[in-house]
């Protein structure tokens, strides 16, 4: 089976998992944060969002984490930027790495964003023409790949045309992303597959979600398609089985510890970034997602291997 | 991507799942789980385990749960069985699908079964003799062919050697398992490439545990090396992450959830499968591990997909 040396971990934590969380870090313990999973060796974090404090509450900070930061060479930090209000914010905090946010599903495109699909791209220009003034490097995030919660399936025609369309920007990687964590490895083969003759491999990343177990399956599935960048939330962040309208990430140990098991270097230490989850855990409330982390913390000083 | 069209789904729940869970469950839920289970369409059943109710106090209710029960034609009753004892039980209670448990691991087998893999062997061929005179169909469980909590890796050569030994002894299906859930979709591949050029591989199962949340994952390539053949507890029984201990079993909603997304039959009913972990859950105390069920609890009702 053929799959990649190295994979490129994504993580999110920051950003996507503490975007859900009703538990709010204060801007000290996510400077903190970030900085540890730097530590850890992730090679891109996405610290926060610009966006109106008043749609969400819990990413008002960004602009004091950014600003607190020690930042690591070698280590991109990235931030979600919804308009050109948020591209200026970005820019003033130091930030190059930004990302902007579209969905395949007109109802999803309304509710998440409040915005049509052409509208939300009408956006995505202007904010383009101001990035690149800017020099930023722009990742583009796809919602809804695999299913939405309001259309229900979603034809990879429609990832592939919107693919493209990010691309034609100069967008330079879209997320393909499972936002409600439905997809299979079937659909994950059928979607790269479509993907595949059209935009280049290198330039796709798929952001999965295990709301239903299943998004280390999409993983591998992913791998054999050729993907190598991949999203994940420290301890599975913003992914709590048991909260209404959790997202349910990816745990990003869940994650390197598979990739590693398959002989896939991430650059990542896994016990680092264990280590990153208690330290997150310990301010939350104890419990995290991530599998992995829940089997680590059981075994812990038991000298067994579970 | 060349995966099977159907798999059969050998639901482990009312033995491995109960064996684990501290709150037991009466003769009466424990019949009903079973005909429910039945009534969804899961082919084979393990109800329980003929062995010592010193050793395995959730185990006790096991002849009186099979005498109890109203089965359904086309399903089979399966239950471990020990020693000569457990299977005169079982004959007794009309069962006439047995198990065996052996290890890789010597140390792991003399903690689980107070016995050495060659003593266990030896027990093994006695029960075996009676099985056959029964006309009984026997099954055995490898434990720990993708690690030992004691002794660590387990060489792929040791799981080929005593797969073969159990197939020699008229076994007519070996549960390759991942008994702490270590393995990764690498392993699989490894483990299932030694085995696939000296065993049949439809002599062999695969029995998983998402400890780590890669279940789905090692499904997936198992499918792809030809396995058709898994087990799984309803609701993920037993596998509960916060319990010091637990198991970790693949949940047989996440199972057969993808395993329908790929396409891939199983004949089992979704939903009604969905109730019968609903069942369970009313009578443990409401959570079941299970990431699908979790999903789809928190969705209920709500006419969204998530």
Redesign the interface.
Same mark, same amino acid.
């Given at each position: 089976?053929r799959l990649p040396p190295h994979v490129t971990v994504v993580e999110v934590g920051p950003r996507d998992g503490l975007q859900h969380e009703s538990i709010g870090l204060s801007v000290a313990d996510t400077v903190a944060f970030i900085e540890r999973l730097g530590g850890a060796g992730l090679p891109v974090i996405e610290v926060g969002a610009f966006v109106s404090p008043k749609w969400v509450p819990s990413m008002a900070h960004t602009d004091a984490v950014v600003a607190a930061l020690s930042r690591r060479p070698g280590v991109r930090y990235a931030a979600l930027v919804p308009n050109l209000i948020g591209i200026e914010r970005a820019a003033v905090a130091g930030i190059t790495d930004i990302a902007l946010f579209g969905a395949t599903s007109e109802t999803f495109s309304r509710r998440n964003i409040n915005q049509s699909i052409a509208d939300s791209f009408a956006t995505f220009r202007v904010v383009m023409l101001r990035a690149h003034a800017l020099g930023m490097r722009v990742r583009g995030y796809l919602s809804t790949c695999f *299913?939405? !919660?309001?259309e =229900?399936d979603v034809p990879p025609a429609r990832v592939v045309e919107l693919t493209r369309a990010l691309l034609d920007l100069g967008v330079v990687e879209v997320a393909i992303s499972d936002t409600? =964590?439905?997809a299979? !490895? =079937?659909?994950v %083969?059928r979607v790269l597959g479509a993907l595949a003759p059209v935009v280049p491999i290198g330039s796709i990343a798929l952001h999965l979600h295990?709301?239903?177990? $299943? $998004?280390? $399956?999409n993983?591998? $599935?992913g791998l054999?398609a050729g993907v190598t960048i991949f999203d994940a939330s420290c301890g599975g962040l913003g992914g709590c !089985?048991?909260a !209404? =309208?959790?997202t349910?990430n990816l745990?990003t140990e869940?994650l390197v510890?598979?990739l590693h *098991?398959? *002989?896939i270097d991430t650059g990542v230490d896994l016990e680092a970034l264990l280590g990153v989850s208690t330290f997150i855990a310990d301010r939350i409330g104890g419990?995290l997602p991530?599998?992995?982390f829940?089997?680590w913390r059981?075994t812990a000083g038991r000298g067994?291997? %579970?």
């Open positions: 089976m *299913g939405c !919660p309001y =229900g409600i =964590g439905v299979t !490895p =079937g659909q %083969w295990d709301t239903r177990g $299943a $998004a280390l $399956a993983v591998l $599935a054999q !089985p048991y !209404p =309208g959790a349910g745990a869940d510890a598979m *098991g398959l *002989g419990r991530s599998r992995y829940q089997a059981a067994e291997a %579970w």
